[in-house]
């Protein structure tokens, strides 16, 4: 189970530092980016411009340099995969509403799956920390 754990922390953080240091620090180039998919609904890429016009997807790219590194060390990984729910829903969705590729959505649902590995194998900690019991009332 910690090794399953391990290398499934090692692969989504290996990832997202990458997909972090591609948004925030290579240049965008749209012809590479198009290239590369051919299957994809052209307004996955109209959106995925505006985005990039608006400088969202620096934030986008910050948040996963930022949770790819918190799951590098043992004491921060679980804030990471906890923060990385939300962020990964969203890529997903990206994916099946939008570009409708489905090697995209393969990709991310393997993703969300591996992350949700990680949060579930720690339910019992998480459970106690966000379901407290409420106090009865009279």
């Given at each position: 189970?910690?090794?399953?754990?391990?290398?499934?922390?090692?692969?989504?953080?290996?990832?997202?530092?990458?997909?972090?240091?591609?948004?925030?620090?290579?240049?965008?180039?749209?012809?590479?980016?198009?290239?590369?998919?051919?299957?994809?609904?052209?307004?996955?890429?109209?959106?995925?411009?505006?985005?990039?016009?608006?400088g969202y997807l620096y934030f986008v790219g910050f948040?996963?340099?930022?949770?790819?590194?918190?799951?590098?060390?043992?004491?921060?990984?679980?804030?990471?995969?906890?923060?990385?729910?939300?962020?990964?829903?969203?890529?997903?969705?990206?994916?099946v509403f939008i570009s409708r590729y489905m090697g995209f959505?393969?990709?991310?649902?393997?993703?969300?799956?591996?992350?949700?590995?990680?949060?579930?194998?720690?339910?019992?900690?998480?459970?106690?920390?966000?379901?407290?019991?409420?106090?009865?009332?009279?």
């Open positions: 189970m910690n090794t399953a754990r391990y290398i499934i922390r090692f692969l989504l953080a290996l990832i997202f530092i990458y997909a972090g240091i591609e948004k925030l620090f290579l240049p965008y180039n749209p012809s590479v980016f198009k290239s590369d998919v051919e299957m994809t609904d052209p307004k996955f890429f109209e959106f995925y411009d505006f985005l990039m016009g608006t948040f996963q340099l930022l949770n790819g590194l918190l799951l590098v060390f043992r004491r921060t990984y679980l804030l990471g995969a906890i923060m990385m729910i939300p962020l990964m829903l969203c890529l997903l969705m990206t994916h959505i393969v990709f991310d649902g393997v993703m969300v799956l591996m992350n949700s590995f990680l949060v579930l194998s720690h339910f019992s900690e998480l459970k106690t920390t966000f379901l407290k019991p409420q106090a009865k009332l009279l």
